[in-house]
């Protein structure tokens, strides 16, 4: 992988880790935001949204390999699937990608943050938080669930499906069984924290809801921010040290 182009390899990330905050946030302020044809579509429909989220995002970064994420990411860099300098620019696409995707959500549903009065609602549209604040026990909660993610990931590669963090590697197909365990996961273990298992996913949208002009926002909770930073990419790397020693074991 060492001839990979990095600046198409940065586009390829942010375009669609921008897709997947789109349609994932979109669908949570759907839900969320009281003057929406969604509201009330309940915890599932989140569930669903993400998924196909991450199904359309994997889709428009073939290129990539669609890594997203980078919990993911750090668990190929520790497998030898990509090396440091893919791992640093995987990253920051997926940064930024993420923070245009929440401001694009803003930007659909802006008159409708207008009207909402829950500041809390508001900045769930962006990112997570806990429904019991125990900084320990959802930090467990995101080990767990990012590591259910990417032990997964590399288990759809050891089937020969794809060959993960391989530009162009990616077929329609193969974005399906990873938008089912996104589903999987949040209908199982999303309940605690809402899931980011994804620290782009939480810290971009964080990002553009403390930088937007949101009517009546509050505050953006940065004291939370970390955990769904550092628990996902504990998840990841612990992912990559288990799936030699659980996986392809006949």
């Not at 365990?181 to 273990?189: D, E, K, M, N």
Request: charged share 10%; net charge negative.
């Amino acid at each position: 992988m060492t001839d990979i182009n990095l600046w198409l390899y940065f586009l390829s990330e942010l375009v669609g880790t921008g897709m997947l905050v789109l349609l994932g946030c979109g669908v949570v302020a759907n839900v969320v935001l009281t003057r929406t044809k969604g509201f009330s579509g309940g915890f599932l429909m989140i569930n669903w949204g993400w998924g196909l989220a991450v199904f359309a995002g994997v889709l428009v970064s073939a290129y990539s390999g669609a890594i997203l994420n980078p919990a993911v990411g750090i668990g190929l860099l520790l497998a030898g699937k990509i090396d440091l300098a893919m791992f640093a620019v995987a990253s920051a696409a997926e940064l930024i990608g993420a923070i245009l995707g929440a401001i694009l959500v803003w930007a659909s549903y802006r008159q409708h943050f207008d009207a909402e009065e829950d500041a809390a609602g508001k900045l769930a549209v962006f990112s997570t938080g806990p429904q019991i604040r125990s900084y320990g026990h959802n930090l467990i909660t995101e080990i767990v669930g990012t590591f259910v993610l990417v032990f997964a990931i590399f288990a759809f590669a050891d089937y020969g499906d794809i060959e993960v963090g391989t530009p162009g590697g990616l077929g329609p197909l193969t974005a399906l069984p990873v938008a089912l365990i996104v589903v999987s996961i949040g209908a199982s273990l999303g309940g605690p924290t809402g899931y980011a298992i994804n620290p782009a996913r939480d810290l971009g949208p964080r990002i553009a809801h403390a930088i937007l002009p949101i009517k009546g926002k509050g505050s953006s909770d940065w004291a939370y921010s970390w955990v769904p930073i550092v628990g996902p990419l504990v998840g990841g790397a612990l992912a990559a040290a288990a799936s030699p020693l659980l996986l392809n074991l006949a």
